[in-house]
């Protein structure tokens, strides 16, 4: 064959893998738009990342695929490479040959066990998503309940679907004609090393799970973890954020909180202690303490669950009666309630006449 003739096999074969590389390319794109993704989709939508992923696959190895052949034909047309190439030929056609014969007597008990592999872990994880799905409608609408669950729900399907596919991995591998069990005494002193390095690390997931497990405290709840005190920002198996009244932003190791108070769990209650002159009518103080108190709690009801109560006077300092007020609020309300509380005694004292120490 000529060298003319050579020159023009691959300029046409070269225009035509071109070609077929732009329609595989577009074709490509469409399925892509049809899932949701543009072209240039940086992050895949969320209800198809997998069919992206697979159309993204699929077209690279198709275009792959592409050249590789229209390079195999070229080497083809040159005589100095066609008999090297035949050789290639042939040893991929006894490979392909004993691949056909592994598949009619191992291969199709190894396709089976990657199905099943597939179908238990894809099972699991909608059983146990289905699970928390009715704890979260009994929950009757608590948002709290609702990101515990998905938390729970998130970590549980993972350790699910983690231990199938181990377990189809292992016995994939047992059909290929592997000796699994070295693997299984590596991965096992392996998990005994991994545990003796990173005691902290498995104390803190421990201590995690369990919070979540106990409810102990969640997103947005309002606690004191030893000297912290703030609002929770972030809570995983590894640790917690807290983000205190200053702004600052305290990471807590999960394994270290040994003790919490959880000031916004269920309800929360507001108490005043309320200084006034010795002079004063005691009961009068009081009876303004209390309408003061009834008052706010028909303005604000969601806020405010029960009756206020005036427990009485709490204590006979040098220069002034003290009488103390409690009321019981909604999570985390108790600070608001109380400030808003003693700016109305205050207004309602003035208007009353009744006098506080003067210092």
Not at 53 to 62: M, P, R, S, T, Y
Not at 306 to 324: D, I, Q, Y
């Amino acid at each position: 064959m000529g060298l003319t003739r050579v020159l023009l096999f691959v300029l046409a074969a070269g225009g035509l893998g071109a070609v077929l590389h732009w329609i595989i390319r577009r074709i490509e794109r469409v399925l892509l738009r049809r899932t949701g993704a543009g072209p240039d989709t940086t992050h895949p939508v969320a209800g198809h990342p997998v069919k992206q992923l697979l159309i993204e696959w699929g077209g690279k190895g198709a275009r792959t695929l592409l050249w590789l052949l229209i390079a195999l034909f070229l080497l083809h047309l040159l005589p100095q490479t066609r008999p090297r190439l035949l050789t290639v030929t042939d040893h991929l056609e006894q490979s392909f040959n004993n691949f056909v014969v592994w598949v009619g007597t191992k291969g199709v008990v190894a396709i089976v066990v990657i199905v099943v592999t597939l179908f238990l872990m894809r099972f699991a994880a909608t059983f146990i998503g289905t699970g928390f799905e009715l704890l979260e409608q009994r929950a009757s609408g608590s948002e709290r309940l609702r990101r515990r669950s998905q938390t729970l729900s998130l970590i549980f399907r993972s350790l699910a679907q983690l231990l199938v596919l181990f377990i189809g991995l292992m016995v994939f591998l047992e059909q290929l004609g592997i000796n699994i069990t070295p693997i299984l005494a590596s991965l096992g002193i392996v998990g005994i090393a991994v545990g003796f390095g990173a005691q902290s690390l498995v104390k803190d997931i421990f201590a995690g799970l369990m919070i979540l497990l106990e409810d102990q405290f969640g997103v947005g709840d309002l606690v004191k973890i030893g000297d912290t005190s703030g609002v929770v920002e972030y809570l995983s198996l590894r640790s917690t954020r807290v983000r205190s009244f200053d702004g600052s932003l305290t990471t807590i190791p999960n394994g270290s909180i040994s003790a919490v108070s959880n000031l916004s769990k269920d309800w929360a209650r507001a108490v005043l202690d309320v200084e006034i002159d010795y002079r004063e009518d005691i009961d009068r103080a009081m009876r303004v303490m209390i309408e003061t108190a009834q008052q706010l709690k028909q303005e604000r009801p969601q806020e405010i669950l029960e009756e206020p109560v005036v427990l009485g006077l709490e204590a006979l300092t040098k220069t002034s009666l003290v009488l103390r007020l409690a009321l019981k609020t909604a999570p985390a309300k108790q600070t608001e309630i109380g400030r808003e509380l003693r700016r109305r005694l205050k207004l309602a004292f003035d208007r009353e006449g009744i006098k506080t120490p003067a210092g």
